[in-house]
């Protein structure tokens, strides 16, 4: 008889959604965590990250406010005290996360948890739980290299949330969404910021448009980006740290901060004796129900390392409850699934950018427009909003949307839902405008940019 019907590895953001919609079916679970109830999101990603994106933008509310008659006084930062309030608003969230997990009769064990075999599962202390079923939901971890001189002085996010003090200087490698993320907090709060980034340009992987766009407006407020380069070693000098780039450039910095990728994990957590295999890139391959190679063993979120976010986690844990629980086999769809980076401007995104609708589609209308936000008029602010719609151009329908502005989370998530309906150009076109706003554009751009049709032959 096992002791429970399901063993969580990991309380993070799938991990404690499927132990609690499972137990709500009327599962045994038991849910271990080796570090903090809440996982990455809540203690050490987003959810600290966006406090922090907050933080950083009040300096241009102080600033802008100046056009708009207000006269503010010098304002002044204090890093420790947004640390401080920023660690008693996790410390609350954790709580809460405990709490729910317990009033959903799920035990909670603080404990690092290994498999030992297919259907049983070792604590920290010794103690072996036998399980029915196994979920892995152990998530990532920052993967920052060691291979150069200076390692020791480079920290990860996970650091980055705990400094004693702002650095004056700080020196970001990286180029995906949490490097121009943090490039853009330290900006804001008053850092001087080197990103570096090996690529052709930031953010691998989104649209070129808003990639490029991005760029500029990060230049724009002072952050000094360096692309085809990558920091070669590190050494501890009077001023500082110098750090070494390829084509013999250094810089002087006070923090150097990797944020080079994550890797799934999957250390020491008992994969091999349980027979669970990897897919490609090193994450756990599952099926379409999030299951292994092994049939009583799931695995969802940041380990399997196909789209690693925080909603993505939820939905495959609450399907994995769900199906295996509940009596209702559920696939999550992973298409068409809008993200947002807050970066400062902040950018929105779903579906293909331009070049990938080029590659799968055989025509290809393209609208885009660039403006000032009103906003920016009176504070006399230099930026520019951007926004692109992707068309099929045989159905007509609208297959990605691309934001770099204020607030552009928050339109893309809407977006999302015309996107998922399937809705066409002419459906955008027949929306009303809500004026005077930057979302209007998107059921106002009239003109295509630009119309590629792919020729037979190609
Ligand atoms: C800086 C940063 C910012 C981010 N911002 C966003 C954002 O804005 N939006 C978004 O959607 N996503 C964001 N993410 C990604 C998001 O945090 C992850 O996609 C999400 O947390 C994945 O959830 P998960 O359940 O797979 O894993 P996690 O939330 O990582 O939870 C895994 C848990 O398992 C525990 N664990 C690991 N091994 C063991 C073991 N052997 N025994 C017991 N416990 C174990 C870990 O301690 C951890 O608590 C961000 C991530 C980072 C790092």
Not at 307 to 319: E, F, Q, S
Request: some cysteine.
């Amino acid at each position: 008889m096992p002791d429970v019907d399901l063993f969580v590895i990991g309380a993070g953001s799938g991990g404690v959604r499927a132990a609690r919609i499972g137990a709500g079916h009327g599962a045994s679970v038991m849910i271990a965590e080796e570090y903090r109830v809440g996982g990455t999101c809540a203690i050490r990603g987003c959810v600290p990250k966006k406090l922090l994106v907050y933080a950083a933008r009040f300096a241009d509310e102080f600033e802008d406010a100046k056009g708009y008659g207000w006269t503010v006084p010098e304002p002044v930062f204090d890093w420790p005290t947004l640390i401080a309030n920023k660690d008693r608003e996790i410390a609350r969230l954790e709580l809460a996360y405990t709490t729910a997990l317990e009033r959903a009769k799920v035990a909670v064990v603080k404990s690092r948890a290994v498999i030992v075999d297919p259907h049983s599962v070792r604590l920290a202390d010794g103690q072996t739980v036998r399980a029915k079923h196994i979920l892995i939901a152990t998530g990532a971890a920052p993967s920052i290299g060691k291979e150069i001189e200076g390692h020791s002085h480079v920290i990860s996010s996970n650091e980055a949330f705990h400094l004693e003090e702002l650095p004056k200087r700080i020196l970001i490698q990286g180029g995906g969404y949490i490097a121009v993320e943090f490039a853009s907090i330290f900006n804001g709060l008053g850092s001087e910021v080197t990103l570096v980034y090996r690529g052709d340009n930031i953010l691998r992987g989104f649209d070129d448009d808003l990639r490029a766009h991005l760029r500029t407006e990060m230049e724009k407020r002072g952050i000094k980006v360096i692309t085809r380069r990558i920091v070669e070693g590190i050494e501890k000098v009077d001023r500082g740290l110098c750090v070494e780039l390829s084509g013999h450039d250094e810089v002087i910095v006070d923090r150097i901060m990797f944020a080079t990728g994550r890797r799934p994990n999957i250390n020491g957590l008992g994969l091999e004796a349980a027979g669970v295999q990897l897919g490609r890139t090193g994450g756990i391959e599952v099926d379409d129900y999030s299951r292994t190679s092994v049939p009583n063993i799931y695995a969802i979120g940041d380990v399997t390392d196909r789209i690693n976010l925080t909603p993505v986690a939820i939905r495959d844990g609450h399907a994995f409850a769900d199906t295996v629980f509940g009596n209702r086999p559920t696939k999550v769809d992973h298409k068409n699934v809008p993200t947002a980076v807050f970066s400062e401007p902040e950018c929105g995104a779903i579906g293909l950018t331009e070049a990938e609708a080029c590659r799968k589609l055989p025509k290809v209308d393209i609208y885009k427009t660039w403006f000032r936000p009103l906003k920016a008029t009176l504070a006399g602010r230099d930026t520019r909003t951007f926004m692109k719609l992707v068309v099929d151009g045989t159905s007509d329908r609208v297959v990605g949307c691309h934001i770099v502005g204020p607030d552009a989370g928050e339109m893309i998530q809407l977006v999302g839902i015309a996107v998922k309906m399937q809705a066409t150009k002419a459906d955008f076109d027949a929306v009303m405008a809500v004026h005077p706003t930057a979302a209007e554009e998107l059921v106002t751009m009239r003109e295509k940019a630009v119309s590629h049709v792919r020729q037979a032959a190609e």
